[in-house]
T-cell receptor, first 113, second 112 residues
Framework: GAGVSQSPRYKVAKRGQDVALRCDPI?????LFWYQQALGQGPEFLTY????????KSGLPSDRFFAERPEGSVSTLKIQRTQQEDSAVYLC???????????FGPGTRLLVL | LAKTTQPISMDSYEGQEVNITCSHN???????ITWYQQFPSQGPRFIIQ???TKVTNEVASLFIPADRKSSTLSLPRVSLSDTAVYYC?????????????FGTGTQLKVEL
């Protein structure tokens, strides 16, 4: 079966540009997570959705970061006015609501010049 | 969340058993121990999870002593394809929504 997919896989943006990163979770997975992974570091939590409800956004680094999941399936992470420090891999993960295993997508590598 | 400490890197050769130990001195009563594996340009992949004693699946074993202040991931007969970063995570898993807290992980390099 299909796993978690993310697009684009690579994105180069000029500083100040807005970007949108897409995540397609595993079908039927209620929980969806976004993580940010800097080079040489482990992933860090950004935000969590249960269906369409964003229940935890404590990891979003600034108000330039915005995530949505309007129909409880596909999610989009938007970064406004990108800065060089936003350069990282953005990972999406999904899980069934009563199972703890999170399945990760391949990530989107964002480079802000 | 309990902080974890694991070696930054380890080297091994094909066919050897590899043991990666993780320290988590302030683990809480309801915390589980989970290990993830990450290859370059891929997201982390769940390997194994346990609470106490020993857990074994088709790819690894997890040994947890009685005090639960450490754990050891054991990979039997590693191959080149096991070269990856391995993360030890500790946290309570009480339902959906449990965000994962990763450390810097252990870079395992397997050579011929």
């Amino acid at each position: 079966g299909a796993g978690v997919s993310q697009s684009p896989r690579y994105k180069v943006a000029k500083r100040g540009q807005d970007v949108a990163l897409r995540c397609d979770p595993i079908s039927g997975h209620v929980s969806l997570f976004w993580y940010q992974q800097a080079l040489g570091q482990g992933p860090e939590f950004l935000t969590y959705f249960q269906n369409e409800a964003q229940l935890d956004k404590s990891g979003l680094p600034s108000d330039r970061f915005f995530a949505e999941r309007p129909e409880g399936s596909v999610s989009t992470l938007k970064i406004q006015r990108t800065q060089q420090e936003d350069s990282a891999v953005y990972l999406c993960a999904s899980s069934l609501v009563k199972q703890e295993t999170q399945y990760f997508g391949p990530g989107t590598r964002l480079l802000v010049l | 969340l309990a902080k974890t400490t694991q070696p930054i890197s380890m080297d091994s050769y094909e066919g050897q058993e590899v043991n990666i130990t993780c320290s988590h001195n302030n683990i809480a009563t309801n915390d589980y121990i989970t290990w993830y594996q990450q290859f370059p340009s891929q997201g982390p992949r769940f390997i194994i999870q346990g609470y106490k004693t020993k857990v074994t699946n088709e790819v690894a074993s997890l040994f947890i002593p009685a005090d639960r202040k450490s754990s050891t991931l054991s990979l039997p007969r590693v191959s080149l394809s096991d070269t990856a970063v391995y993360y030890c995570l500790v946290g309570a898993f009480t339902g959906g929504g449990n965000k994962l807290t990763f450390g810097t992980g252990t870079q395992l390099k397997v050579e011929l």
